[in-house]
């Protein structure tokens, strides 16, 4: 490792870490709404096909991100433990194994791309532009791996903003891309959602291409890319797919209970399901917070589990969950003390405005909970602590949110305030457990520094002495 980077990671603070995390995130969500935003003026079946194409996406990327999960935290504790070959060897194996992973999915949703939007059920009239789209942006999901992949392993070493520079890059290129292909800028053929999906795949081949030039850089050449010729990765594999096989089960856990509770409030009409995607995109603004601080967070505690100052890590978790938690319910009260002004700049319907401004109001005990989760959990996954929150929120996805959303907002007829005391209530549930496991310490004993390694340099340095 150079001084430089040995420099960089013992200054590691929250802020220095967690500000260009939160812009990376937002920009990640305003490149999906550009797309959105700008197809809609072209045409309204091409935003809906380009929709359904990008639900398969979201899907992949999910699996793409467990191996990215399991890179940011492995990294970061043998950053911690001044490992530094085994975290350059982690890095070369979470590339190649997304790569592969990536290609494999490419050539699925390339060439079966119709079979499956055919299993969505997907109007006839959509299904031309869905495909070219899901062939285009599908057929480089080895793409979009590695981008995941490369940035963990950036971030990981603490050149957070490296990550936003790159994504704010990728989002301008993808805008003027959209603008040359929708609408024809320059002479150049309208393509329609033929021309986002082809600005979009050059937007990421092109921010690729640059993470890898920032790669080289911040590591100063140390990827070792002959380790893969020696020997199969076998225990580096195993430790990317133990911390990555939870977390992914658990988030695709999550994504099925929300298209479960979604039907549930299909059911209840247009009103209910419009004032759900309003309010849902008003709440992101105040939990973003909580993702960066959550990511930011587990970069640091992986760094001091590594470096095993495991008192440092617990309360550097505590500190954050109180700093999310207590940003998080401004934003929430700020939106709830302006929610009839908020909703106006959406839609003049008043059932849409009094109901989307009740449920702005429940979100101010509804944020705090969702703090405890995105912050602690990811101190326990950086701890190495990684099956206890998949299996606790598996079980209350399903037995909270989903049973108490049918319950309360069918069943006794609440609506979409049921619904959201069901998301209260999960939220609060798993925070609570998370901080008490967390409070128990037994993710102490959990690290995936692996001690072999230190017996090895002492043997070295015995060896060195006589």
């Not at 590691?12 to 995390?21: D, E, K, N």
């Not at 935003?37 to 699996?63: E, H, K, P, T, W």
């Not at 225990?235 to 977390?247: F, H, M, Q, T, V």
């Not at 993702?291 to 890590?313: N, R, S």
Request: glycine residues 8%; contains cysteine; proline residues 2%.
């Amino acid at each position: 490792m150079s001084e430089d980077l040995k420099k960089k990671t013992a200054k590691l603070t929250l802020f220095a870490i967690t500000w260009p995390i939160f812009i990376e995130i937002l920009l990640h969500m305003l490149m999906g709404n550009a797309d959105t935003l700008m197809l809609s003026q072209y045409d309204d079946n091409a935003v809906a096909a380009v929709g359904v194409a990008n639900q398969i996406m979201s899907i992949i990327i999910v699996m793409f991100g467990s191996v990215a999960a399991g890179t940011t935290i492995l990294i970061a504790q043998n950053l911690g433990a001044n490992q530094t070959k085994r975290a350059s060897q982690i890095a070369v194996v979470s590339i190649v194994t997304n790569i592969v992973f990536g290609l494999v999915l490419s050539i699925v949703l390339f060439f079966f791309g119709e079979p499956i939007l055919l299993a969505m059920n997907l109007p006839e009239e959509l299904m031309s532009t869905s495909l070219i789209y899901l062939k285009i942006v599908g057929g480089i999901s080895f793409v979009q791996a590695l981008i995941m992949t490369l940035s963990a392993i950036i971030k990981s070493h603490g050149f957070t903003k490296d990550a936003m520079y790159v994504t704010l890059g990728m989002n301008i290129v993808n805008v003027i891309g959209n603008y040359i292909f929708i609408f024809g800028a320059f002479g150049a053929p309208i393509l329609g959602p033929t021309g986002v999906a082809m600005s979009t795949a050059f937007s990421r081949i092109l921010g690729t291409i640059i993470l890898f030039i920032l790669l080289y850089r911040r590591v100063k050449g140390d990827l070792p890319w002959s380790f893969l010729t020696k020997k199969f990765p076998k225990r580096e594999l195993k430790d990317l797919l133990k911390i990555g096989i939870p977390a992914a089960g658990e988030q695709l856990s999550y994504n099925g209970s929300q298209m479960v509770i979604t039907f549930f409030i299909a059911s209840m009409g247009t009103a209910a399901l419009t004032t759900r995607v309003y309010t849902w995109n008003i709440m992101m603004l105040a939990f973003l917070f909580s993702i960066a601080i959550g990511q930011g967070t587990q970069i640091l505690v992986g760094h001091l589990i590594g470096e095993k100052k495991y008192e440092a890590a617990y309360q550097r978790c505590l500190r954050s969950l109180w700093i999310g938690m207590s940003v998080s319910t401004f934003m929430a009260i700020s939106f709830a003390f302006f929610r009839e002004e908020i909703f106006s700049i959406f839609t003049d319907n008043q059932e849409i405005i009094q109901l989307g401004g009740a449920l702005l109001i429940l979100t101010v005990f509804l944020e705090p909970g969702r703090a405890f989760n995105l912050i602690v959990i990811n101190s326990l996954r950086a701890s190495g602590d990684v099956r206890f929150p998949a299996y606790v929120g598996i079980i209350s996805m399903w037995g909270v949110a989903v049973f108490v959303s049918y319950t309360a907002g069918i069943w006794l007829g609440l609506g979409l305030i049921g619904v959201w005391i069901a998301f209260i209530l999960d939220e609060w549930i798993r925070g609570i457990l998370m901080l008490r496991r967390w409070k128990s310490k037994k993710w102490m004993r959990m690290s995936f520094i692996v001690e072999e390694d230190d017996k090895e340099k002492n043997t070295g340095n015995k060896a060195n002495t006589n």
